[in-house]
């Protein structure tokens, strides 16, 4: 071959090679361009507090400012049973809350077990920001939001407290996979979850926030991993983010959303390592694993995002300036 057609052929696959850097086409391996932002959260009705979130990212907002006003969508819906206002109580009525918030400079803040405040995000992020602590829980956190200026509401909705009267008349908990996606009645069945999610913003910002009103019925002053950093979520701006979504005890076991950005620094692709955290929960307790729900949700500082859960059904949502869409993740058993 000479000389010149060696040169051409390498020119042509350097530029085939920088176009597949570019973008790869599937949900698992999609790539933004530099300086796109791009949104991410759990489950179905994640895809409305995208578009609340992407109201920030499109003028060049924060990825901490998208994150906190996304998922306050859902923490103010009374007919979501998971998060926030209309969250089902635990066992003795009351309705309690945990959310926390993470940015690019690993400022980090949480709330556990705080009622009668519509936003748990919001005092999240206030313990953040104007605290020297990274958790304030139950009475105390619910004090510190008061001294800051938050409304002490009645949180538990009457089909919430109908649903919860329903219970007690056999008072049995049984959590039940993918309860996001079915309908969810007075009478059953009843599980939890939370939202998740995480940005990346026009400066390559990565923020993530998370929130809950924890397992319907549970014990009272359960906390499960949705407000610890480093189980329910993780962010490392040199790395990525992740989050996750099921049966906290398990994910809060292995530092299930810390596990998956290590292992995106590892290399491993988002998908790849929210699929080796599964794994890691399955050779933990292979038999329990297969009567439970755990997803994982990631994205790299390119942009790329993935997921995996144990059990088919869990979706995440997706929003930038070239998509709007909801994906099945891929998961261990089918």
Known sequence: MSTRRKFLFSSAAASIAALAGK????????????????????????????????????????????????VKIPEADPNNHTVGYGGYPDREGHVTLDACIMDEQYRCGAVMCLEHIKHP????????????????VGEGALQFALANGFQKENLLTPES???????????????????????????????????GMLAMDAKGHLSG????????????????????????LY??????????????????????????????????????????AVERIVRRNPKKAKDIQVGFLAINKKGVYGAY??????????????????????????
Request: a positive charge; charged letters at 25%; hydrophobic letters at 35%.
């Open 309 to 334: 859960a144990l059990q088919k059904g869990f979706t995440y949502s997706v929003k930038s300036g070239r998509e709007e869409k909801i994906y099945d993740a891929e998961s261990k058993w089918k």
């Open 209 to 232: 926030a998370c929130t809950t009103s924890g397992m319907a019925f549970k014990m009272r002053g359960r906390v499960g991993d949705s407000p610890i950093i480093g189980a329910g």
């Open 23 to 70: 973008r790869s086409f599937g949900a698992a391996s999609y790539q933004t361009r530099k300086n796109d932002p791009v949104v991410v959260s759990t489950w179905d009705f994640g895809k409305a507090a995208n578009a609340e979130a992407w109201k920030t990212l499109r003028n060049g907002g924060s990825a901490l400012d998208a994150v906190e006003a996304g």
């Open 161 to 195: 407290e109908k649903a919860w009267k329903e219970w007690l008349k056999e008072s049995k908990y049984e959590p039940v996979m993918n309860i996001e996606n079915q309908n969810n009645l007075p009478g059953g069945p009843y599980n939890h979850d939370t939202i």
């Open 121 to 136: 995000i919001a005092v999240a992020r206030l313990v953040m920001e104007k605290t020297p602590h990274v958790q304030l």
């Open 235 to 276: 962010v490392d701006n040199e790395v990525g983010a992740a989050t996750s979504t099921g049966v906290g005890e398990e994910v809060i076991r292995i530092v299930g959303s810390h596990l998956v950005v290590e292992l995106m620094r590892q290399g491993y692709t988002p998908k790849a390592a929210c699929k080796e």
